[in-house]
């Protein structure tokens, strides 16, 4: 059994915003969301709302592009939030310590192809297309996301 | 006032590995060599922007960096009065391997170790350069970063301001990659932007209408996606002339942004009513060519000195990692071996917007 829902429409920020912060309580360390999609998508964004809500909005959550890798510590474990564009092979990934935070730690993963064999069976997929003013998100993944997320979706 | 210090610099936290010696004497420092080991020619066929992520190739460069900065110096290791190394920010491998590296130097030659802010050594590369006195206004504006610093003393950093998303340099790349320009993006957009109509594309102005210094360039790489996409739906593609109009439209929503957060900035830091006011910018971006126009005319009107250090001292080198630790080292600051490498490291631990990954310290 396998999981999909959406696409959903988003027409501005702050509804994208509000689903991440939906999200974001649903999360535990192990978890790894994978976001994909193109350029300008809303990939950043989205991690950036999903943290600031567990962190609080003063955060401040700077694009991952650059240092590939940025970890914020919170009381229910770490968050990793990571940008793999710039990485050319999947071993890059477990050099960074990747396969190991994914075991331990909430993983938000932009790029997510370049883990190759990497990808966790459990982990989630959001997929972000931006069409005109707005964006849609797909998600999809094992089955088990079904009932972890029933109470996300009934809002969205 | 007449001690002498020679520092060796390492510096790994980003995609370039560098090496440099500097020496203080009679009160001022000198350059005696700076070597950098640019991943991007190392990666060249994969289009520049390649980092180094094994801790072991790091280790390899490091190690060749520094005889090679030693040798051009003519300094051997009993000419030196300690090791300086760049502890954060910045890409864990490196800046993991940076600091082992110098550690087992300080402990194999028995030298002070001295662990330094990759960002304090950009912020106090005006002091190495042209000896600029305190209080200065800096913006730091590179691949990844974008911060107004009021540089109060050689460890008193007051950040006013800065991205709240995307940092310039990082615009820069991701729109070339958009509109279809080389790597690095930087000079790519500038190159087609001299022969681009600036006023061909309305572009956001993000956060100008908010009081304060922050600034945002994501949504302006959002806004650049729809124009291209408007204009491959019009005319079936790209021609040579629309990535000339959609550079020169970019560069210039880019440099007004900067223009009107630096002006607050300015006038932030001219009501300390500083002696010898002095503007300094920082960073690979510092080289674009409208950004600096624009900044140098603003400091004309405000009556401050525009400052840009020479290329090659304000990209990522070891010369300004080992300055800003020949000041911590006149100032008593030194480390030992419980130093530790620290990937997230605001320079401005007090501002409000960082106060979250400020207080409960870094975890490396």
């Known amino acids: 059994m396998s999981f999909q829902a959406g696409p959903f429409l988003f027409a501005t920020l702050a509804q994208t915003n509000a689903f991440a912060e939906r999200l974001a309580p649903v999360l535990r360390s192990g978890d790894t969301v994978l976001l994909g999609g193109d350029i300008g998508a809303g990939k950043t964004a989205f991690a950036r709302a999903l943290i600031r809500s567990r962190l609080g909005p003063g955060e401040e959550v700077p694009s991952p592009t650059f240092p590939i890798v940025q970890i914020y510590e919170t009381p229910q474990g770490d968050i990793w939030h990571c940008d793999l564009y710039r990485l050319t092979n999947p071993n890059q990934a477990v050099e960074l310590g990747l396969s190991d935070a994914m075991d331990e730690a909430i993983c938000l993963i932009e790029w997510p192809d370049r883990l190759g064999p990497l990808v966790p069976s459990n982990a989630l997929t959001l997929e972000f297309v931006a069409a005109g003013d707005h964006h849609t998100l797909s998600l999809s993944g094992p089955g088990l996301w079904a009932e972890r997320l029933a109470a996300v979706l009934s809002h969205a | ?364």
């Open chain 2, 1 to 364: 006032m007449s001690r002498t210090l020679t520092l060796v610099g390492l510096e790994s936290s980003c995609d370039d590995t560098a090496a440099a010696v500097v020496r203080l004497a009679d009160g001022r420092v000198r350059v005696l060599s700076s070597v950098v080991v640019g991943q991007s020619a190392l990666h060249a066929p994969f289009g520049g922007v390649v980092p180094e992520i094994a801790a072991r190739a790091h280790v390899e460069i490091l190690d060749h960096c520094i005889e090679r900065a030693m040798a051009e110096a003519g300094v051997g290791f009993a000419n030196l009065d300690g090791v300086v190394v760049t502890a954060g920010p910045g890409l864990i491998g490196g800046v993991l391997s940076g600091v082992m590296f110098a550690k087992g130097i300080a402990a194999a030659r028995g030298l002070p170790l001295i662990g330094v802010n990759h960002l304090a050594g950009h912020a106090l590369t005006p002091r190495l350069t042209d000896d600029v006195g305190f209080p200065y206004l800096m913006l730091l504006v590179s691949g990844g970063h974008c911060q107004f610093l009021i540089v109060h003393d050689h460890d008193h950093f007051e950040r006013i301001g800065g991205t709240i998303d995307d940092a310039p340099g990082e615009a820069f790349d991701k729109i070339a990659r958009l509109i279809g320009l080389s790597q690095p993006g930087g000079p790519a957009v500038d190159r087609a932007a001299l022969s681009g109509d600036a006023k061909r594309f309305d572009l956001p102005r993000p956060l100008l209408d908010r009081p304060g210094c922050d600034m945002s360039f994501s949504g302006l790489k959002t806004a650049m996606l729809r124009a291209r996409d408007a204009v491959i739906a019009a005319n079936g593609g790209l021609s040579q002339q629309d990535q000339a109009d959609l550079s020169a439209s970019f560069q210039e929503a880019m440099a007004d942004v900067l223009e009107e957060k630096s002006r607050r900035a300015l006038d932030l830091y001219l009501a300390l009513s500083p002696a010898e006011p002095v503007f300094a910018i920082a960073g690979g971006v510092a080289a674009n060519s409208r950004i600096r126009a624009v900044l140098e005319q603003l400091c004309r009107e405000k009556g401050t000195r525009f400052l840009a250090p020479p290329l090659a001292l304000c990209t990522d080198n070891a010369a300004m990692i080992a300055n800003a630790g020949i000041a911590r080292m006149v100032a008593g600051q030194v480390d030992d071996m419980t130093l530790s490498a620290r990937p997230r490291w605001p320079l401005d631990q007090t501002a409000p917007a960082q106060l979250g990954s400020g207080k409960k310290g870094a975890k490396a």
